[in-house]
């Protein structure tokens, strides 16, 4: 079946330091993978959905400069917070797939900035 | 607002009950999809009803879809300790990648 496993499952960082985390889509080929971040109320924010072989989409309120993403292949995503800072922290997920229709999210990975 | 919300905010049954999950949303949508997460977890799909679409199933699961009130409801019947997770409604538009998720609902079922 489709899996997507992403590690670490969780971070701990210093305010203002910068750590990336890694997304993989085991058993099928996703040419798309969407980062959000929930917060600790639930709420869902997508950061920026990035397809293969094409410019890396960001929504509003989120860059590249602070979340540059790498996509190199069908299989493998990362995605690197810079400068962390309190309202970074979230549990950060990666839905992998074809379609909206067909998301794979992985256990995510959570982020506390000290 | 939120574009997409699920009532209650959280509920409780025992073990063997069964409970229905309402959801309403703001846009035009192609479809729509309840997701599970579990404590720890990411979000699993559950069900994706498309918009043509008035009523499906999977399992215990049974999710309904009123285009004309935006509203979708998930019920489950026979529900176990297991099903405790929170539950979102999600919707997609036409030409679209963003999911757009509720606040969600918390079902605890208890032995």
């Given at each position: 079946?489709?899996?997507?496993y992403?590690?670490p499952?969780?971070t701990?960082?210093?305010s203002?330091t910068?750590m990336?985390?890694?997304c993989q889509a085991v058993?099928?080929?996703?040419t798309?993978?969407?980062w959000?971040r929930?917060?600790?109320?639930?709420t869902?924010?997508?950061?920026?959905l990035?397809?293969?072989?094409?410019?890396?989409?960001?929504?509003?309120?989120?860059?590249?400069?602070?979340?540059?993403?790498?996509h190199?292949?069908l299989?493998?995503?990362?995605?690197?917070?810079?400068n962390?800072?309190?309202?970074?922290?979230?549990?950060?997920?990666c839905?992998?797939?074809n379609s909206?229709e067909?998301?794979?999210?992985?256990?995510?990975?959570?982020?506390?900035?000290? | 607002?939120?574009?997409?919300e699920?009532?209650?905010?959280?509920l409780s049954?025992?073990?063997?009950?069964s409970?229905t999950?309402n959801?309403s949303?703001?846009t035009?949508?192609?479809a729509?999809?309840?997701?599970?997460q579990?404590?720890?977890?990411?979000?699993?799909?559950?069900?994706?009803?498309?918009?043509?679409?008035?009523?499906?199933?999977?399992?215990?699961?049974?999710?309904?879809?009123?285009?004309?009130s935006?509203?979708?409801?998930l019920?489950?019947?026979?529900?176990?300790?297991?099903?405790?997770?929170?539950?979102f409604?999600a919707?997609?538009?036409?030409?679209?990648?963003?999911?757009?998720?509720?606040?969600?609902?918390q079902?605890?079922?208890?032995?």
């Amino acid at each position: 079946g489709a899996l997507v496993y992403q590690y670490p499952r969780r971070t701990i960082c210093k305010s203002g330091t910068s750590m990336r985390m890694e997304c993989q889509a085991v058993g099928f080929q996703a040419t798309s993978v969407a980062w959000y971040r929930q917060s600790p109320q639930k709420t869902f924010e997508l950061i920026a959905l990035s397809t293969v072989n094409s410019a890396i989409k960001y929504e509003q309120n989120f860059t590249q400069e602070k979340f540059p993403i790498s996509h190199p292949n069908l299989s493998f995503s990362s995605m690197t917070v810079l400068n962390a800072y309190l309202e970074d922290r979230g549990l950060y997920l990666c839905g992998a797939g074809n379609s909206a229709e067909t998301l794979y999210f992985g256990s995510g990975t959570r982020l506390t900035v000290l | 607002s939120q574009l997409a919300e699920e009532n209650p905010w959280a509920l409780s049954v025992h073990e063997g009950e069964s409970v229905t999950v309402n959801c309403s949303y703001k846009t035009s949508i192609t479809a729509l999809q309840w997701y599970r997460q579990k404590s720890g977890e990411g979000p699993a799909q559950l069900i994706l009803i498309r918009s043509n679409e008035r009523e499906k199933r999977n399992g215990r699961l049974r999710a309904t879809l009123d285009t004309s009130s935006q509203s979708s409801s998930l019920s489950i019947t026979a529900t176990r300790c297991e099903d405790t997770a929170v539950y979102f409604c999600a919707t997609a538009s036409s030409g679209s990648w963003q999911l757009i998720f509720g606040s969600g609902t918390q079902l605890t079922v208890m032995p």
